[in-house]
């Protein structure tokens, strides 16, 4: 259930300190409970909000929560006071020492609580008919100071994701740390017990081995670890050579669900065994089978990737594509259809159920974040001396990308204002499927703000390119994060739900089957409001990506095995039984928590380090294949406003390198940068487009050397977190 708590008009606090309010004492008086022998109801919870006032001799404070209620908490003399720590294990409670420090709730009051601090406390909520009381348990602070998150400082999500990728490599290879595709053969699985032991299930599946993947290259780019790209290159090979699925003529790439071993050797399994896609080859776990090899080709370059990622679209427009030039007897509607059947391969086959003939969210959207944003970051515009029939494959990409922004941006609106949600499955003529298996007319929250971040993602990328696009972009992704605000996001405690019925009636949020919180849809909502924030300055965003940060670090860590949670409930608490009791499973796989470390620690540090006074420099790390003639390296690390983001030093092997085409953000390379180190600094942008001078630094004549030039000299700080 979900507490609507009372406006503090309404709140009555039994025993609270009633004399002289400017009375001043270390003595609190303990509050004096009534004598209640019915409708007494108590319910842990947590709270989330800033600190307004306190009143150390009453052993309260009243905490303004972000949908403007205040409610006053007592604390106790057991409750437990911190600050907010990471996966690192670093205790971060740096506050200073206070006088007379003798453990008393007054004492914890002084050295902890002042007002404009940002607190997330734990508790009972106790309540009857005349009463209610929230007791603290425990109490941590999100900064060390007022203004200064700790996830907002420069070192937070990057010693986030060192330790989850030190963690992954550790419970599926042990002490291996030179890896080979014999290791992921032996060794990778799919399923890893809470505690990151092997399960009975040693299926291995494709798409989170790619998602895996996924997560060590992007551990790489952010951290520059031989292991990460070692362990990466190792999975991609046995990616390539175990499930892929070359056509007869070598033009299209299908991908196998799975490997099962057995006791005389494995077997290779191409239709999904996954629930929903069972029997079937599903478009989304095709889509995701390219998440990894696309971000392992974003930091090496290596063709012989790029041509296996080439004949898996040209798969997507021949077997899925919903269009006449591609198969007449189709209807035509444009999109992808979500299933094919692998007998005949073909969409509207019998077989297939109630996956005939369908469209959804997955086979739309997916291809966006999954592997166009980052294919497009790599090789638009084209890199220097690539092959003569790139530049067809480059924009076969930006018709894609054009074609699912503009089926989001037409499709999947509800037409009645009163529903705020998206619409998430179609029939192949995209009239709404309101009755398809679990779904019905349900929404899932998450979906919705991974639009609103990705069309803000795309409207960077449209923004001199195609204006009217862009607009009609972040239009949407504004209308979807408003109406998330209320009718998907947890003001009083921070995070959002999961699947809610988008006919709610006359309630904010109606629930499907609990008011749970799942960890992959926090990453969305970070992300997206987060972003958001970078493109319109409108500071509400930047308190909604505040408090989901907040709870996401708070709750969503397991920092005991060092991974994330699957589920928990409203308050926090981890759901621990069937399959989200696993540290690893078809659903969690090292991509979503690794694509949420890499991007937020670049979106920080390009839209609020000028807020929270941090350093607003980061780097991202490369190790070029140069080969196949290509003579130049794609940096830029997300899509971009147009003179967002400044390059400001390049290392290779260490040794400074003063170019870049500054306008295209790429670096030229040749046959002795083979294998090398490349290391990108960035800054943000001024608001007149300059770059941000770092405090630390000295103004840096304009790079103007020729591409060869190269120095001895690393510079003493090269960039924070580096």
């Known amino acids: 259930m979900v507490f609507r708590f009372p406006s503090v008009a309404n709140f009555r606090f039994i025993g609270q300190v009633h004399a002289d309010s400017r009375k001043r004492s270390t003595d609190v008086e ?105 007791v603290a348990t425990r109490i941590h602070l999100m900064h060390p100071e007022p203004g200064r998150f700790l996830f907002e400082e420069t070192h937070w999500w990057l010693s986030q994701i060192d330790r989850m990728a030190d963690q992954w490599l550790s419970d599926l290879f042990r002490d291996e740390r030179d890896f080979e595709v014999s290791d992921f053969s032996a060794l990778y699985r799919t399923n890893l017990g809470l505690h990151g032991q092997p399960t009975d299930d040693d299926t291995q599946v494709m798409a989170t081995l790619a998602r895996l993947i996924y997560g060590l290259s992007s551990a790489y780019l952010l951290r520059g670890k031989r292991e990460y790209i070692a362990a990466a290159k190792a999975g991609v090979d046995y990616q390539r050579s175990m499930f892929r699925n070359l056509s007869h003529d070598g033009r299209y790439c299908f991908w196998s669900y799975g490997r099962k071993k057995l006791k005389n050797g494995a077997v290779d399994i191409l239709p999904s065994q996954s629930g929903d896609d069972m029997g079937t080859i599903a478009l989304y776990e095709q889509i995701y089978a390219l998440a990894g090899l696309t971000q392992y080709f974003r930091v090496t370059g290596d063709p012989d990737v790029l041509n296996d990622i080439r004949r898996t679209v040209t798969m997507f427009n021949q077997f899925f594509l919903d269009e006449k030039h591609v198969r007449e007897d189709l209807p035509g509607e444009g999109g992808y259809f979500s299933h094919i059947d692998p007998a005949n391969m073909r969409p509207d086959s019998s077989r297939l159920g ?172 970070i992300l997206a409001y987060l972003i958001l924030y970078g493109y319109t300055r409108n500071s509400e965003y930047l308190d909604l990506a505040r ?103 390049i290392w290779i092997n260490g040794r400074a390198y003063n170019y870049i085409d500054r306008d295209n953000f790429r670096i030229p390379i040749s046959d002795e940068h083979d294998g090398a180190e490349v290391i990108v600094q960035f800054v943000r942008s001024t608001p007149d487009g300059q770059p941000c001078q770092r405090s630390d630094e000295q103004p840096r004549p304009d790079d103007t050397a020729p591409a060869s030039e190269e120095t001895d000299v690393l510079p003493h700080q090269r960039c924070a977190g580096l």
């Open 30 to 134: 303990t509050p004096t409970m009534p004598t209640v022998t019915n409708h007494f109801l108590t319910q842990s919870t947590s709270l989330l909000g800033c600190l307004e006032s306190l009143d150390q001799g009453g052993g309260t404070f009243q905490l303004r929560l972000r949908d403007g209620k205040v409610m006053t908490v007592v604390v106790a003399e057991e409750t437990f006071f911190g600050v907010l720590s990471n996966l690192d294990g670093v205790d971060r409670d740096s506050l200073p020492g206070i006088a007379d420090d003798d453990g008393s709730v007054n004492a914890k009051m002084r050295k902890y609580l002042a007002p404009g601090h940002y607190v997330c406390a734990q508790g009972i909520l106790q309540q009857s008919a005349d009463m209610q009381i929230f």
């Open 354 to 525: 109630n996956r005939r003939l369908r469209k959804n969210w997955n086979s739309i959207g997916d291809h966006i974040p999954a592997y166009l944003v980052n294919l497009l970051l790599a090789l638009d515009p084209l890199p220097t001396g690539s092959a003569d029939d790139l530049e067809d494959f480059v924009q076969t990409c930006r018709e894609i990308l054009n074609r699912c922004v503009d089926l989001i941006l037409d499709k999947f609106p509800d037409p009645d204002p009163e529903i705020p949600y998206v619409r998430e499955r179609f029939h192949a003529d995209w009239s709404y499927d309101a009755e398809w298996g679990w779904q019905k007319d349900r929404a899932i929250v998450g979906h919705n703000l991974k639009i609103a971040w990705n069309l803000t993602r795309c409207a960077n990328y449209y923004e001199s390119k195609d204006p009217q696009r862009a607009r009609r972009c972040i239009e949407l992704a504004e209308k979807l994060a408003q109406s998330m605000k209320v009718h998907g996001l947890d003001l009083p405690r921070g995070g959002c739900y999961d699947a809610v019925e988008r006919k709610r009636g006359n309630v904010p949020v109606k629930f499907v089957w609990g008011n749970t919180k799942d960890f992959w849809q926090q990453e969305q909502g």
């Open 547 to 649: 408090d989901m940060s907040a709870f996401w670090n708070q709750f969503f860590l397991d920092r005991t095995n060092v991974g994330v949670w699957f589920r928990l409930t409203e308050s926090g608490t981890p759901v621990v039984e069937g399959d989200y009791v696993n540290k690893a499973t078809y659903a969690v796989a090292g991509y979503h928590s690794f694509e949420l470390n890499f991007l937020a620690h670049i979106y920080m540090r390009l839209h609020v380090s000028g807020v929270s006074q941090t350093d607003n420099s980061f780097c991202l790390f490369f190790r070029p294949r140069a080969c196949a003639g290509v003579r130049s390296l794609s940096v830029l690390p997300d899509f971009v406003k147009p003179g967002e983001v400044h390059v400001t030093n």
